[in-house]
């Protein structure tokens, strides 16, 4: 089994402020999950579709990452 990488809470307290909020649509699925998922890929170099289903859907991490590194955050 993979081992997960989490957040800590002191990494998490310095990386919220800096995520955009209040944004109208659909509720978001939780961010530091989100961000989690993302940092996994990266270190461990899997394909965003082998990102374990503890992160939340593959689809959603890649498109954050996308999205994110698009506006500069």
Not at 7 to 21: M, Q, V
Not at 28 to 34: M, P, T, Y
Not at 47 to 64: F, K, L, Q, V
């Amino acid at each position: 089994m993979t081992r997960l990488f989490w957040l800590s809470d002191e990494a998490w307290g310095r990386i919220k402020p800096r995520l955009p909020n209040g944004q109208p649509g659909k509720s978001r699925v939780d961010d530091r999950r989100v961000i989690s998922g993302i940092l996994h890929v990266l270190k461990v170099g899997c394909s965003w579709e082998d990102t374990p289903s503890a992160y939340g859907p593959h689809a959603t991490i890649y498109n954050r990452y996308n999205r994110w590194s698009q506006h500069g955050i």
